[in-house]
């Protein structure tokens, strides 16, 4: 059976051009950047590459590249550098609708006596800057905002929101893991003072990194030992994933249009085709404001985990969009931060698109999917129930 991938957002298949560029720094390749010999500095070079391409797709400059081993620890070294480097400012602001990356951490430093404050989102996600405004202090260390959601594909204005924060003084992170590679980033322009990717997310493995950290921001590393990436992160450079890393940039670069153009419009004609076929069927989020691959549509009367385990016979690779918390199926943080009705934010299915995609995929998609609807509903015991205040949604 062939596998129709629409689970990008959980990871992506690695470039084909990707695995191309790795394989020698498996093999022959293997001396390390640091060395001082020629057959080290040759491998240190290709590093200096990667950097480059990376700044480029990011509009950086390559010392503001600092390679880690994955998003969540860009988005950790972001904060705790903040917080390392202003020891008298005990207050962060966040949102409810954060990766756990981010929110586990603010958790854990509520708990440690930091003061936290988590904006809320409306029915579609969205944030409102005069509250996000109004929650910076004068003791706030960092504001770190999400880019884009990787549940709802929320676009954040992360522009506004970067300016409001340099003109009262506070340090910008965002989490850009969602976003880079799909939107158009230019650090020249983007007010940010950290930016957090990963890899997997862009065509490259899993286990690789960035924190983007603007030129002349007070930094303290989180790992110590060794004086590799100029003594912010100490530990040998994971090379092979670098040059990896460095490869996707390129390519992302290269395809950045391709994804606001046929990976948009295959989205959207699988959004239409499935929500026009299937009724009490919405779309979760901000559809003004999206990344160009996402869709979250809620089923009224089905939970997702049956629809995912339905569409996996039928080879189809998707999310729900609940937790499985302490047993039971909770609908997940971010729907719940949006007020999506119970009945809705259990049959809620995220739909997520790469370059990869193809038009038949998605037919397919179209033509299979609405039934499995149609089966569980047959059975379902939400049937009947009321839903709360589904119109207001
Ligand atoms: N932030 C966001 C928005 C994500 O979607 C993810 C991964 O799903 C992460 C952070 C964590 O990235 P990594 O898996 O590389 O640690």
Known sequence: MKTVYLDNNATTRVAPEVVEAMLPYFSDLYGNPSSMHTFGGQVGRAVAGAREQMAALLGARPEEILFTSCGTESDSTAILSALATQPDKKHIVTTRVEHPAVLALCQHLERRGYEITYLGVDFKGRLNPDEYAAALRGDTAIASVMFANNEVGNVYPIQQLAEIAREKGVLFHTDAVQAVGKIPMDMTTLPVDFLSLSGHKLHAPKGIGVLYIRKGTRFRPLLRGGHQERGRRAGTENVPYIIGLGMAAELAARNIDREQSHVALLRDRL??????????AVVNGDTDSRLPNTSSIAFKYVEGEAILL????????ASSGSACTSGSLEPSHVLRAMGVPFTYAHGSVRLSLSRYTTAEEIDYVIRE?????????????????????????
């Open 310 to 317: 339905m569409l996996d016979r039928l080879g189809i690779c």
């Open 271 to 280: 959004e239409h085709g499935l929500v026009n076929a299937v009724p009490d």
């Open 369 to 393: 999917f609405p039934p499995v609807i149609e089966r569980l509903r047959a059975i379902s015991p939400f049937r009947g129930e009321q839903g709360g205040p589904a119109g207001s949604r």
